[in-house]
Each structure stands twice: as C-alpha cells, then as structure tokens.
C-alpha cells in the first residue's frame, strides 16, 4: 500500500515531523555557567539566605530587570501570592476575585490567608479575566482584585485598576506566568499593588522552584519580608529561599533577554501563520500589551469553523496533532470552581477558616451552583497551549507547527474515520 505524503499521521501516513530525528527543544536547560554559579555556592558553604548574599543579589536583580522599587525573594510562586495578599491587607472572611481559569495555586493562596475566593469569568480571546465580570462581583465584602496574566499575556489592567480606585480595593497580580511581560511598557507585576513571580521549572526564568514578591509601596514590602522569614515581631513563615536557587535564578536571568526575544518571533509568526487558518485562534494582543510573557502561546479551537462537514472535537483535533509530531497541550482542563477542593467545600474544606469558623462571608458561596460560560467553554472544548519550550525553537520549527496544523485542515475528512 502506498501512503500518500499528504496522509494524515493518524491515519497510517508519515509524519511533518520526525521527532526522533528531529527532537523538540527541552527544558529547562542548565549551561555551564548555571552549573558553576550553584558550585560556587555549594563550595562557599553559605547555603542560606543569612549566611549568604546570593539572595540580596536576585532581588537587586530583578528591582534592575522590573524597576520595582522592592522585592522580596521567597521560596514559590505560592509563597509569593500568600505574602502579598496578606501584607496587602486581606483578611479572614475578605472576599478576593480572580478568574476561574487559572492553576488552583492562585485560589488556593486566597483560601490559606482565610480569604474567600470569588471567581469570575474571562474574555475568551485573551483567556485573561473579564474586568466587566469582576466588576459585577464586587461587594461590600471585596478586599482585592487578583488578575492573572495567564500564558504570561498581559490583563487589561487599566480597567482593573480604574475598579479598584472605585471600590478602593488593592490589586494583587499573579505574574507566576508573565516575567517577561510588558503592560504599557512596565513589567508586568509592578503596575497593581503587589505582584507574584514563580521560578518553578517550568516558568521562563527557571530556578527549580522560587518565586518573589515586587511592589512599589514601602509598607507592603515591609511586611511582606516579615512574613518571608519567622521573627519576633510578626508571625511569619518560614519561605526563605536558598542560596543556591537564588545563584541558579541569577544565572538564568542572563540568558533571560535572548530567549525571550526569540519566543517573542516566533510567537509572532505563529500568531500571523495559525490565524489564517479557519478555527485557529491564537490568543488576541491588544494594545496595551507591549510585551507578550510567552510562557505558552494560547490558541482557541475552534470546531464548527475549522470543520468543513461534522465539527471535529479538540481532542481529534489534538490525537492528529501528535502524531504529527508536534507537542501541544489542553490549557487548563477544568475551571477552578469545578475541581473538588471547590465543588465539595462544605466537606474538604471543613479544616479552613472562612468555612471551618463559619465566617458569614461563606454562607452565599456555592461553588456548585457557578456556571461561568466562557471559562467552561474553554476548558471543555477550545484550550490549546503550545508551551514556552516549543518557542525556543527555529522558524523552521515554527513551520513544522504551521504546516501540520494546515495539513490536519486540509485533510480533515479522514479524521471522521479516528472520531
Ligand atoms: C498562574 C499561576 N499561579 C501560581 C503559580 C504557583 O507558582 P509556584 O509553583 O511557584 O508555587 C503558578 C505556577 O506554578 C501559576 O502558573
């Protein structure tokens, strides 16, 4: 039997892409520079953030890389959410709203500070938070706005702020995805009141894990570095980072500049070469949006405009994709509202204050009766991500991208057979 070189993967024919012959960027990567900055640490026998100056260094570094007045460097992402929203003020039973589409860490860090999490949904297009629904949620209850630069793309922050003005409510960014980031020319993470960096493995500037906290007010700060280390006058925790992350974080932040550039092309040509594609919706720049983060670029599928005939589902869509050669991801499967923790409040959550010291603020919060349209549909049926490693790649690479996604279009009928 001859296989055309048109065939569908799927369906028995060669693959765009061979990956053996042709592997895929991986990440993270550790060059030599990073293995001997984490050596000389190690040799130095200063292993802490006391004993060592590794940690003051990063955070000078990224008060240079944000132009944030202070930083403080913490041990997660997490940490970082859980510190900022505390030393912005939030308290037991303060409702924070953030979008429901989202890693649960965002909603979980409202649940440790006692505060209760109220989700709203997104503008699908950018797959960011809906500034008009955060709007409809506030109440006199509402402490912080906590928007999410999901993929790293930059929220419309305007808007954001100019509600928080209104209803005099503290804006705290979770930038865990958007380092290199840029709203309006400022680094994302700076422009609310305080922001949440993570340095986990995967993040673009990877440190194993890690994460800080960035804001521009001086008693946030404070407070936020009394809670970063346990102390005599308040009660803080124990987030300090070590010393040898802090040299690995130093070290990437070198190559930090070229491999966002070239995340930032070929997101670029992705952008321009998937969109002609019908049904292929890259994630929308909007002005404001001076620099994309990239640490995934973000594409709706949509089924009844890619398919001629019979919708294709996502997840054919996806199985084809793959056996293209190529890598790429469902975003986040399931709205937060709808994972357990949140679905079965009343029983999983019965440890935690708000629920557990029965705060008011939780009697109106069913979490099984929120139906948030736009997040639902894109986790049940559009979220594709094509994740930050992918775009570390050549343009030849970016072609493969292309030329699969377009060979799956125009081959579509022969996916009925796989439905
Ligand atoms: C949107 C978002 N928020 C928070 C976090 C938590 O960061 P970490 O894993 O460093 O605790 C992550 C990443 O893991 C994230 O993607």
Redesign the pocket.
């Known amino acids: 039997m001859s296989v055309s070189v048109d065939q569908l993967a799927i369906a028995g024919g060669s693959p765009v892409r061979d990956t053996k012959a042709r592997p895929w960027p991986t990440w993270p990567i550790a060059t030599e520079d990073d293995i001997a900055a984490v050596a000389d640490v190690l040799r130095s026998g200063k292993w802490n953030r006391w004993r060592s100056d590794r940690v003051t260094e990063l955070e000078a570094a990224l008060k240079d890389f944000t132009g944030a007045a202070h930083v403080v460097a913490l041990a ?6 859980e510190v900022a929203l505390k030393a912005a003020g939030v308290r037991p039973g303060d409702e924070v709203i953030l979008p429901a589409y ?2 649960v ?2 909603a979980t ?1 409202v649940l440790q500070v006692g505060g209760v999490p109220v989700f709203a949904d997104i503008i699908p297009e950018t797959e960011n938070v809906d500034p008009a629904s955060m709007e409809a949620l506030i109440t006199e209850r509402t402490r912080a706005l906590l928007p ?1 630069h ?1 993929s790293g793309l930059p929220c419309d922050l305007a808007a954001i702020k100019a509600l928080a003005a209104r209803h005099n409510l503290r804006v705290i960014e ?1 930038t ?2 958007g380092i290199g980031g840029k709203w309006h020319g400022q680094r994302l993470g700076t422009i609310g009141d305080a922001g ?1 960096y ?3 493995a ?2 673009n500037l990877p440190g194993g ?3 800080a906290v960035v804001t521009s007010n001086p008693k946030i700060a404070e407070t936020a570095f009394k809670l970063m280390h346990i102390n005599n006058e308040a009660l803080g925790w124990n987030y300090r980072l070590t010393a040898m992350t802090a040299a690995l974080i130093l070290s990437q932040l070198e190559r930090f500049p070229e491999r966002q550039a070239r995340r930032q092309a070929n997101a670029a040509f992705l952008r321009d070469a998937l969109g002609e594609i019908p049904g292929i919706k890259p994630t929308r720049v909007d002005p404001f949006v001076t620099a994309d983060g990239l ?1 995934g670029l973000g594409v709706r599928f949509i089924g009844a405009e890619f398919s001629t005939g019979e919708p294709v589902s996502r997840e054919t869509f996806l199985k084809a994709l793959h056996a293209e050669g190529i890598p790429c991801s469902l975003g986040y499967g399931d709205p937060v509202h709808k994972l357990p923790l949140f679905q079965e409040a009343a029983t999983r959550m019965r440890d935690h204050c708000p629920v557990a010291c029965n705060h008011p603020a939780m009697e109106d919060m069913d979490y099984a009766e929120l139906h948030l349209p736009n997040v639902e549909r894109l986790c049940a049926e559009e979220a594709l991500r094509f994740n930050q490693p992918l775009l570390l790649g050549t343009r030849e690479d970016m072609q493969d991208i292309v030329d699969a996604v377009g060979k799956i279009h125009a081959n579509q009928e022969a996916l009925a057979a796989v439905d």
């Open positions: 997660s992402g997490t940490a970082g959410l989202t890693y860490a965002t860090a999410v999901v979770d865990a995805q949440a993570s340095f986990q995967s993040k894990e890690g994460g640490h």
